[in-house]
């Protein structure tokens, strides 16, 4: 079945730092790409997405390229601030399938210092 | 503002009994989903329904219920049957594939 592999963490840089968490996907149709963003005690919020092989998601200095090739969706950012600190979850959605159920993966925690 | 509301935010649990996390959204979709979420294993998804009046398992269905009677709401009872229920449970909803989940702000359960 689908699924999605994210990097293990806790990642942690210093601030100003330029920021890669890894996420692969496996999916037999042609999915949406996203990732998502929690907060110490709240839920999660949508950060970026991408719809079709080579879109570029973008928010708040966050990037990631959809890339059909290497079936990868990582996420980057290039200067990190202590507020970015949180946990980062990559997730993909089958638009094929009708159920409108989303695959997550792990979570990567990112941990940013002053 | 158009959202998903969950309540309570924490909920106290005693053995043995049945409990009720709310979820109300104002934002007119059509699917809404239960997640459970444990550290370190992301989320997994315990119901979801499309529509009102319909619903399906999901990967850990066993021990909760859930019903749809309303397109805003989407209650999930924790039962007696659930032997490890201590998580944080998050509701979600979207109206097609591609706009994204809406997510709640959670509901932390614990058992006493």
């Known amino acids: 079945g689908d699924s999605v592999t994210q990097m293990e963490g806790p990642v942690t840089l210093s601030e100003e730092a330029f920021l890669t968490i890894n996420c692969t996907y496996t999916a037999t149709g042609y999915p949406s790409l996203f990732w998502y963003v929690q907060y110490p005690g709240e839920g999660l919020q949508l950060l970026l997405k991408?719809?079709?092989?080579?879109d570029k998601g973008s928010n708040k200095g966050f990037e990631a390229t959809y890339r059909k090739e290497t079936t990868s969706f990582h996420l980057e950012k290039g200067s990190v601030q202590v507020s970015d600190s949180a946990v980062y979850f990559c997730?993909?959605?089958?638009?094929?399938?009708?159920?409108?159920?989303?695959?997550f993966g792990t979570g990567t925690r990112l941990k940013v210092l002053a | 503002d158009g959202g998903i509301t969950q309540s309570p935010k924490y909920l106290f649990r005693k053995e043995g009994q049945n409990v009720t996390l709310s979820c109300e959204q104002n934002l007119n979709h059509d699917a809404m989903y239960w997640y459970r979420q444990d550290p370190g294993q992301g989320l997994r998804l315990i119901y979801y329904?499309?529509?009102?009046?319909?619903?399906q398992k999901g990967d850990i269905a066993e021990g909760y219920s859930v019903s749809r009677e309303k397109k805003e709401s989407f209650p999930l009872t924790v039962t007696s049957a659930q032997k490890n229920p201590t998580a944080f449970y998050l509701c979600?909803?979207?109206?097609?594939?591609?706009?994204?989940?809406?997510f709640g702000s959670g509901t932390r359960l614990t058992v006493v």
């Open positions: 329904s499309q529509i009102v009046n319909d619903f």
């Open positions: 991408a719809t079709k092989a080579d």
């Open positions: 979600a909803s979207t109206a097609r594939t591609n706009y994204g989940y809406t």
């Open positions: 997730a993909l959605s089958d638009a094929n399938s009708g159920t409108y159920k989303y695959i």
